[in-house]
Each structure stands twice: as structure tokens, then as C-alpha cells.
């Protein structure tokens, strides 16, 4: 009897030593487990309010000095500094949003980008300087003409006193130009200040001639109808508008009757560079892939000279949205500084 007492208390012994060892085991067992997921949540709350309000994506920019006209102007072509304000660009999702320049009088109201004009050079005038470029380049040029017209040439002449050269049986108009200022022009008394010049040779009525059917070739100078004399603007263009007869809208100096005041010569300048300016925006738009891929091209040429003062990323496309938002009275300072 006192054998078996023994055997039942040892056997209960090493039961509840075994529940105990089980026991301690479960308890460092769930007491880690639960500290273990204690410290993973605390690292992830820790991470995510770490992320708040940052970046890690720097922003660079790329700045560079322009110069036209002997005057100097600095841009920056990524973040544009405006007087002692820096205007950005925000970030607004997955798009780019231009700011509005601030306080900037070389951006004109309303324009997404602003050519930046140099001292003393209005803002028409710093985008006519661009589209006179653009156009005035002699492949795009000669394939404008062509485009408008079958007839009418071009002509590169040495002198403001030589002529186009005529072919025989032949009476289309010449649109010819020349650069002036040479040692023999001016040994000829040519006036010319060193800019190229567009003029047209016409096969006009001889208004002089007793006969009805008499003609005889004629120079029509742009600066004698519709431009103020070395203006330097839309000369090309005007040539073109006469050589084609496309010059409605123009008004023309030789049919004012009277005396004409400097005021009023100043507006009649100023209307006729605004229907240029308006003629030569719908031709633009109206002209075929290849001619318009050519401008596309020159204009990003430009672009790359930081004396045009054309904004970094600026589109051909977004230069003549600008163009279309001109009015006639945005003209006024350009005609003014015409000496």
C-alpha cells in the first residue's frame, strides 16, 4: 500500500512538473510573439509618418544669359527669378503647371510664356524680331513663295542700285533683295544701314505713257507704301503681299491726299504692320507639313541662342498662340521707337 501512495505521488509530481515546463513555455512563447508584433507595428506607423511632407526627387534648373541689341537680360529656364521673386512651377498630380510671371513687364498679360525682350525693346517687337528670323530664312522663304505662288521668283542682288536680272519673254513680278552698305555702295551714295532689304520688280502699266497698252518694269519699295523707311520689320512679308497682289487691308501712303502729320503717319504704320502681322499669322496656319516641320525646326534652333530670349521648352505652336494675342494697341512702343 505504501508503494503503490509513493508511485501516485511521484507520477502526479512529474505530471504537474511537466504542465509547468509547458506553462512557462507557452507564456515566453506568446509574451515574444506579441512583442514582436508590437515592435513591427511601431516601425511601420514610425516609416509612414516619416513620408509625410517630403521628397526625396531633387528639383534642378538650367539658367542662361541672353543678349540682343547690345542690351543684356538674364532668364532661367526652368524656375524663372522675377524682380527679387522666384516663380516656379508647381506640381499638381502628373501635370506641370506654369505659374504666371509676377510683377514681370517683359511678359505680356495673358501669355503662358514671354519672350524676354532686352532694354529698351518692346514686347512686340522682341516677337517680331523671332518671326522676322523664322521667315526671312532664305529655304523657308523661297518655299513660302512657292507655295503662294507659281510665278513670282527670287532674286539676290549685290547693291541697293542693281537690278534683278529679267529673262526674255518673261513678266512676272521679282521679289529681289540686297544688303546694303557695301564699299561700292557707298561709293554710289546708297543710304542703306546694313540690313537686308525686299523689294519688288513689276511689270506695271506705264501710267506716264500716252498709250493704253504701254508697260515698263517698276520698283516698289515697301517702305514707299506701307513701312516706315529702315523699319527692318516685315519687309519680306510685305514684298510677298505685293508681288501676289494679296495687300488688302494695307493702307497706302501714296493715295493720302494732303499733308499727313507725324500722328497720323504713325497710325497708318502701325495699322498696316498689324494686318502683316494678321495676313502673315493665317498663312503660317494655313501652310502645308513639310514647310511648317522646317519652321518648327529653325525655331528650335533659336531657341538654343539665349540672345532670342525664347523661354526654355517654348513650342512653335505655343510662339504663335502668343502672336494671335497681340492687339493693334500692343504696337504703339514699337512704332514709337521706329527713329
Known sequence: MLQYTTLVLSKMGLEHCLRFVVDAFHDV?????????????????????????????????????????????????????????????????????????????????????????TEGESIFESYLSVLIHLLGTQYIYGKIVQEISDVVTIQEVPRKNVLPVLE????????????????????????????????????????????????????????????????????????????????????DKTNVKGTISKEELAALHRRNTFECLKKTIRLIENLPEPITNAIKIEFSDLEKDPKNGIPFKMEFDDFVDDLKGFKIADLNDYIASLK
Open 29 to 117: 512563447f506568446v509574451g515574444s510573439y506579441a512583442n514582436y508584433l508590437s515592435v513591427l507595428y511601431i516601425m511601420a506607423v514610425t516609416r509612414s509618418n516619416s513620408s509625410i511632407g517630403t521628397s526625396s526627387v531633387p528639383r534642378n534648373t538650367r539658367g542662361t544669359s541672353k543678349t540682343r541689341k547690345g542690351g543684356t537680360a538674364t532668364k532661367s529656364k526652368g524656375n524663372k527669378s522675377v524682380g527679387n521673386k522666384s516663380v516656379g512651377n508647381k506640381s499638381i498630380g502628373n501635370k506641370s503647371v506654369r505659374n504666371k510671371p509676377i510683377g514681370n513687364k517683359s511678359v505680356k498679360e495673358g501669355f503662358i510664356q514671354g519672350i524676354n525682350p
Open 168 to 251: 526674255r519673254n518673261k513678266f512676272d513680278p521679282i521679289i529681289y533683295y540686297y544688303k546694303p552698305n557695301t564699299k561700292k555702295g557707298q561709293e554710289d551714295g546708297e543710304d542703306g544701314d546694313g540690313e537686308t532689304h525686299y523689294r519688288v520688280y513689276s511689270y506695271e502699266k506705264n501710267e506716264s505713257s500716252r498709250s493704253k497698252n504701254a508697260f515698263k518694269w517698276k520698283i516698289i519699295d515697301p517702305y514707299d507704301l506701307y513701312q516706315k523707311k529702315k523699319s527692318h520689320g516685315f519687309c519680306q512679308m510685305f514684298a510677298l503681299y505685293i508681288a501676289t497682289n494679296k495687300t488688302d487691308g494695307f493702307l
